[in-house]
C-alpha cells in the first residue's frame, strides 16, 4: 500500500536558520504530493503541492520539488520565522482510485529568536 | 478560516458511551473525509462520502459510522467508546466529482477525550 516517511522530530532551529525536513514515499503510479502545516490548536492547512514529477511547490518561502526518482518531496525554507513553529505533515494522494490522503507522522518545528 | 465547520471543539466522555461529530463542509463542496489524528497512529483517513453517498473506507472500526445528509453536512458517529478512542477528529472537504482531484479544506478538528 501506499506509504510517506517523514524525518522525525522534533527539530529546533534558530531564526533565519535554513530548513529542511525530509519526506519519502511508496506509491503505485505517479501520485500527488502534498505539505500540510498544523499551527498550534488549529486544523491542517495546504502549505503547497507537486503533481507530478520535476513539479516545484512553493508558498510563504517554503519550497518542495517532486523527484520520482528518489521518490522524495523535502521541505526547505531559506530563512524561518519564530511564526514557522507548527507541526509540518508530508502526504500523498493517489491520482487513481480513492482519494484519501496517506500522512507521515508529522515533524514538529520550533524556532527559537 | 478554511470555511470548514466541525462541532463540538472538544469533548469529555466515559468509557462504553457513545458521541456523535458534526462537519458542516465549505460551501459547493460535495466530498466529505473524516480523519483520526492519534499519538500512536498518527493521521489516519477513515471515510469519505460524495453527495450523500459513501466512497471511501479507510481504517475505521465497526464501532464507528458516518453518514451524510442531503443537506451536506456530515456526522461521525463513534459507539462503546475505549479509552484508545482519544484522539483529535478532523472533517475535510473539496468539490469532488467524477475524475475530480480537488483540494481537501480542513476543519479545525474536535478532541474527543474518553475517561
Known amino acids: 500500500g501506499n506509504s510517506v516517511t517523514q524525518m522525525e522530530g522534533p527539530v529546533t532551529l534558530s531564526e533565519e536558520a535554513f530548513l529542511t525536513i525530509n519526506c519519502t514515499y511508496t506509491?503505485?503510479?505517479?501520485?500527488?504530493l502534498f505539505w500540510y502545516v498544523q499551527y498550534p490548536g488549529e486544523g491542517l492547512q495546504l502549505l503547497l503541492k507537486?503533481?507530478?514529477?520535476?513539479d516545484k511547490g512553493s508558498n510563504k518561502g517554503f519550497e518542495a520539488t517532486y523527484r520520482k526518482e528518489t521518490t522524495s518531496f523535502h521541505l526547505e525554507k531559506g530563512s524561518v520565522q519564530v511564526s514557522d513553529s507548527a507541526v509540518y505533515f508530508c502526504?500523498?494522494?493517489?491520482?487513481?482510485?480513492?482519494?484519501?490522503?496517506?500522512f507521515g507522522t508529522g515533524t514538529r518545528l520550533t524556532i527559537i529568536p | 478560516d478554511s470555511g470548514v465547520t466541525q462541532t463540538p471543539k472538544h469533548l469529555i466522555t466515559a468509557t462504553g458511551q457513545r458521541v456523535t461529530l458534526r462537519c458542516s463542509p465549505r460551501?459547493?463542496?460535495?466530498?466529505v473525509y473524516w480523519y483520526q489524528q492519534s499519538l500512536d497512529q498518527g493521521l489516519q483517513f477513515l471515510i469519505q462520502?460524495?453527495?450523500?453517498?459513501?466512497?471511501a473506507k479507510g481504517n475505521i472500526l465497526e464501532r464507528f459510522s458516518a453518514q451524510q445528509f442531503p443537506d451536506l453536512h456530515s456526522e461521525l458517529n463513534l459507539s462503546s467508546l475505549e479509552l484508545g478512542d482519544s484522539a483529535l477528529y478532523f472533517c475535510?472537504?473539496?468539490?469532488?466529482?467524477?475524475?475530480?482531484?480537488?483540494?481537501?479544506?480542513f476543519g479545525p478538528g474536535t478532541r474527543l477525550t474518553v475517561l
Open positions: 475535510a472537504s473539496s468539490v469532488g466529482g467524477a475524475g475530480g482531484r480537488n483540494e481537501q479544506f
Open positions: 506509491a503505485t503510479g505517479y501520485p500527488s
Open positions: 507537486a503533481t507530478k514529477a520535476d
Open positions: 502526504a500523498l494522494r493517489p491520482n487513481f482510485g480513492n482519494e484519501k490522503l496517506t
Open positions: 460551501s459547493g463542496d460535495l466530498s
Open positions: 462520502y460524495y453527495n450523500g453517498e459513501e466512497r
